[in-house]
């Protein structure tokens, strides 16, 4: 028996590695196409990266080198008051402006949704900011926090409140650029979260109406679960965004009041 099964293995053509196999073909074919932009990343990020993290172990001027110092460059800088500020407003920055741009353009999707006269306009002028210049965005916003002639103070005025120096005290700085940061992206993220929610059927939305569904249940039970993975999407690509702010700061307050808006980026 066991010579039986011996010739019959012998009988088997061997296996050829090197055809090609509509798989392989696929497979190869994907490769070709994906190898330009895995070539520079690997050129233009991921090489600097791994670069960057291992000077960051030596003491070297970029002309020496290099001498190996360990720790001693990170101990040294978690003990500088600067860049604890500023990776402390970068953090804040970021867990203010993620959560509450996601929940802004979440709502105007769900508004962009329904079947409305001057739907498509006002998608238009939501989407606009983010195809406009943002050093120009950055003045016009500097002229409406303007403490003596802005238009954000004029108003208050009228309502009766007392006008606030958005861009010059600590307490609101950080916070007025993170409402501008997110007047600019809520219509870019809306329209992502808007294709998403095209896509569910209507036919779930009948059957829930059917069943009894109305309200917040109809939302929290259709269309949220079946677009999470474009919020989660929009969070990949928003956060580290965020981290890597610094258009905003730099022009508007330079990282001031007293570092109230100094960031990681503008300290690199």
Not at 35 to 48: E, I, K
Not at 161 to 168: D, S, T, V
Not at 171 to 197: D, H, K, P, T
Not at 233 to 255: A, D, H, K, R
């Amino acid at each position: 028996m066991a010579e039986a099964i011996k010739q019959v293995n012998l009988q088997k053509p061997a296996r050829n590695f090197f055809k090609l196999t509509n798989s392989r073909r696929e497979a190869w074919a994907a490769l070709g196409f994906l190898a330009p932009n895995l070539l520079a990343f690997l050129v233009f990020t991921l090489g600097p990266a791994i670069f960057s993290i291992i000077m960051g172990f030596t003491n070297w001027s970029g002309l020496n080198a290099g001498q190996w110092v360990g720790l001693d460059n990170y101990t040294r800088l978690l003990e500088d008051d600067v860049f604890l500020t500023s990776l402390r407003n970068t953090l804040v920055y970021t867990l203010e402006f993620t959560p509450l741009c996601i929940l802004v353009a979440l709502g105007l999707a769900l508004l962009f949704n329904r079947k409305l006269w001057g739907t498509s306009f006002f998608r238009l002028l939501c989407f606009l900011p983010i195809v406009t210049d943002f050093i120009s965005i950055a003045f016009v916003w500097s002229w409406i926090y303007h403490f003596r002639f802005g238009v954000l103070n004029y108003f208050l005025k009228v309502l009766g409140l007392p006008a606030q120096a958005w861009l010059g005290d600590a307490q609101w700085a950080l916070f007025a650029i993170v409402f501008m940061s997110i007047w600019r992206w809520m219509g870019y993220y809306a329209v992502i979260i808007l294709a998403a929610l095209q896509e569910v059927p209507r036919e779930l939305y009948e059957a829930a109406k059917i069943d009894g569904a109305s309200g917040r249940k109809l939302f929290t039970h259709i269309p949220l679960p079946l677009i999470s993975s474009t919020l989660f999407f929009i969070v990949i690509i928003s956060v580290p965004s965020s981290l890597s702010v610094f258009e905003q700061m730099y022009i508007m307050t330079e990282g001031g009041p007293a570092g109230a808006t100094t960031v990681l980026v503008q300290q690199i």
